[in-house]
């Protein structure tokens, strides 16, 4: 249908006046309409067309429309009257736009940026939310299962001695699997990103985990040996034979034990570098730990070791007497207990060696063949003197020593107090026994008369210079009395067979510092105290 300018300004007559108004600055496209022959409709979407392509002013120069897009035909040319045209109020354009297409709305999306602070003002300070700490990762818990329910039903059919035999064997069979998962994540989750992250030398590293990467091998080798012997209904019938075979590489355990000591005291004086302490605290919160700091698991091989003899003995007690195990597991158990007590004497050596390493001498006097002679600890612990200050009170297999605790270079030491005394010299007085004598020595000296339950003295009979100690109960108080006691009479009936001191750590009993911090070792010997009276002076 082919409109001239005329008929245009009639189609457009029933509109409202205001559209009407800004139609009528568009009427040069009038000729472009009669070229084109357009009708009604393309008239109304042309005229929509050329309001869109108006000049606005915007606000912000960063503000995007939409409906600010040229979607019109392109024109051949742009005529001047179109940049000069100016923009009617939204209002207006609005209801012209609602007539010429009722039927479809078109929603307006603005893309903005950030707005840019004025010249010389200032950008309002964000606040920023505090650091929360995350929650705890969920722990890889290890779920331990009966022998009786890895196996099926009809294989229960055992008696019930039988079954306990297989849930012994079972156990130990589990235990070698625990060992060598915990042994790998070691290196795993320890040793190689501590050596990436460079946070020690690689000889700190190594006097830390020491042969640990060496023992996963032969684990791994005892774990497939007795998969081997499983039968097709789960049950184990022998182990004697390759538990015989087997035992001789523990001896490996000598060389790693010995070394826990020093790795024990190098990882804490590690642990105060911020860095080292972070990433440990890290690994602790990781699912992977289960909750278990790295000496934990430094520490899992020694007590996988003197757990063997428990689990023989629980298999041995529950194998039948005409069984060929029987009397292997008897000779197992004894071989597997020998090397245990190698194993505590060369740590007691070790013991012994790194308490010498961290004696401070204050003076040249307190320096004493008998410390470097000594070859074990075989107590020491916490004790206070008359005034109340804590000591750090070691007995070696030759001589007393008391000393006090001090740290230098974030490193623990021992101050020697006063001389060490030798036990070829040192007597021993029980105070409790001159608590209800008058005129004795202890009721003019000593003060604390509430703590004399608890109270003994040690002096040494070439000089006289005794120490008032007292333990924190009466308990700790025995132990002490029955150690010194035990070691001053071997000591003595050493020298009545004229034997050189070299020779007194060879004839001794050693036995593993305790956990205690108290009383760290004792004398496995028939405690025989004599209580000595004090001569009035």
């Not at 430094?298 to 070791?305: A, G, H, I, V």
């Not at 070790?350 to 040249?364: A, W």
Request: aromatic content about 6%; proline content about 4%.
């Amino acid at each position: 249908m082919k409109l001239g300018r005329k008929s245009t300004m009639e189609s457009l007559a029933g509109t409202d006046l205001d559209i009407f108004e800004s139609i009528v600055q568009s009427l040069h496209l009038v000729d472009r309409v009669e070229e084109e022959e357009m009708d009604e409709h393309d008239i109304h979407m042309l005229a929509l067309a050329a309001l869109r392509k108006r000049k606005r002013k915007d606000v912000d120069e960063d503000s995007m429309s939409v409906h600010s897009l040229n979607i019109a035909p392109h024109s051949q040319h742009e005529l001047p009257s179109e940049k000069k045209s100016k923009r009617r109020s939204m209002a207006k354009m609005s209801s012209f736009v609602n007539m010429l297409s009722p039927a479809t709305t078109k929603r307006t999306f603005s893309f903005k940026a950030p707005s840019t602070p004025a010249a010389g003002g200032h950008t309002p300070q964000r606040q920023i939310t505090p650091y929360k700490k995350p929650k705890p990762a969920s722990i890889d818990r290890r779920t331990s299962k009966l022998w009786s329910d890895t196996v099926d039903q009809a294989a229960l059919s055992f008696s019930s001695n039988e079954i306990k035999r297989q849930e012994a064997i079972h156990e130990l069979v589990q235990g070698e699997v625990d060992l060598i998962e915990d042994l790998r994540s070691v290196h795993k989750h320890y040793y190689y990103p501590m050596k990436k992250l460079k946070l020690m030398t690689e000889k700190e590293l190594d006097s830390i985990f020491g042969i640990v990467e060496r023992l996963v091998p032969f684990h791994e080798d005892l774990l497939s040996n007795l998969k081997a012997l499983r039968k097709a209904d789960g049950t184990i019938d022998g182990i004697g034979e390759t538990l015989s075979k087997w035992v001789p590489n523990l001896r490996h355990y000598e060389t790693y034990c010995a070394n826990q000591v020093f790795a024990k005291g190098l990882l804490d004086t590690k642990k105060t570098d911020k860095k080292v302490d972070d990433f440990l605290t890290r690994c602790l919160e990781s699912p992977f730990s289960r909750k278990l700091d790295l000496w934990n698991f430094l520490d899992l091989p020694r007590s996988r070791l003197v757990k063997y003899p428990i689990l023989l003995k629980q298999i041995y007690k529950y194998t039948e007497d005409n069984h060929p195990d029987k009397e292997a597991i008897t000779e197992l158990i004894e071989r597997v207990e020998a090397v245990i007590k190698d194993v505590d004497v060369k740590m007691g050596e070790s013991v012994c060696k790194y308490t010498i390493q961290s004696l401070q001498y204050l003076y040249d006097t307190q320096k004493s063949l008998h410390i470097e002679q000594s070859k074990s600890v075989l107590c020491s612990g916490q004790l206070k003197n008359d005034r109340g200050t804590k000591l750090h009170v070691v007995l070696f297999d030759k001589v007393m020593v008391v000393t006090r605790t001090a740290t230098r270079n974030n490193k623990l030491s021992y101050q020697i107090v006063k001389d060490p005394i030798p036990l070829s010299e040192l007597e021993l007085i029980d105070l409790s026994e001159t608590e209800n004598k008058k005129g004795s020595f202890k009721s003019k000296v000593l003060r604390h008369t509430s703590h004399d339950k608890c109270a003994f003295r040690v002096f040494s009979r070439a000089n006289g210079h005794p120490h008032t100690l007292y333990a924190r109960d009466e308990h700790d108080k025995r132990q002490w009395l029955s150690c010194i006691q035990n070691a001053v009479s071997q000591s003595a009936s050493l020298m009545d067979k004229t034997q050189p001191i070299e020779s007194v750590a060879d004839n001794s009993e050693t036995i593993l510092p305790d956990s205690s911090n108290n009383v760290e070792t004792c004398l496995e010997i028939e405690p025989t105290i004599t209580r000595k009276q004090e001569t009035v002076v």
